[in-house]
């Protein structure tokens, strides 16, 4: 027989999601943010909210279990995480941006504030200006991405394993 032992974990991880188009994204995103022992899910600009039936369908009721506010501009949002301590990293390949991998020893014992970008256009740049860390995951086949809660997933497990208290 096969169990899994669901421990609460105490956290200071948190993630944003400015402008995800898809409900059922945003459903995933809210499943893995609980697996991965987030405590609450920023949910900015047009993303969709829960009551949703597209949401809680694939979120399997992580959506009434994990916090989540919405908020309208990011910026503010990461100006306050920002003033409570947050280290805000950014999951975007770009120029700057180190392998997700290599974000051990950058964000050990920090409370963490993680951002994913919308379907088609990523994270804007202002909002990568704003990141304290960008950070990519690196692709070894012919497409340069992933899904937005692919990506997200892998990225919240990765940074619960760097940040585990």
């Not at 994270?123 to 012919?142: A, E, F, N, Q």
Request: with cysteine; aromatic share 6%; charged share 20%.
């Amino acid at each position: 027989m096969f169990s899994i032992c669901c421990l609460p974990m105490k956290s200071d991880l948190v993630l944003i999601l400015p402008n995800i188009r898809s409900c059922h994204n945003v459903g995933a995103m809210f499943r893995t943010a609980d697996a991965c022992g987030f405590n609450k899910i920023y949910l900015v600009g047009y993303t969709p909210v829960p009551p949703r039936p597209e949401i809680e369908k694939v979120a399997l009721g992580a959506e009434k279990t994990t916090p989540w506010e919405h908020k309208k501009n990011v910026a503010r949002l990461i100006t306050s995480l920002k003033k409570q301590g947050y280290t805000v990293v950014a999951l975007e390949k770009a120029y700057e941006s180190i392998e997700l991998g290599r974000l051990t020893k950058k964000i050990l014992g920090t409370k963490i504030a993680l951002i994913v970008g919308n379907e088609v256009d990523g994270i804007d740049k202002k909002t990568l200006l704003r990141s304290d860390i960008v950070t990519h995951i690196p692709m070894y086949g012919m497409k340069e991405s992933l899904n937005v809660s692919i990506a997200a997933g892998i990225a919240m497990y990765a940074i619960r394993q760097f940040s585990v208290t």
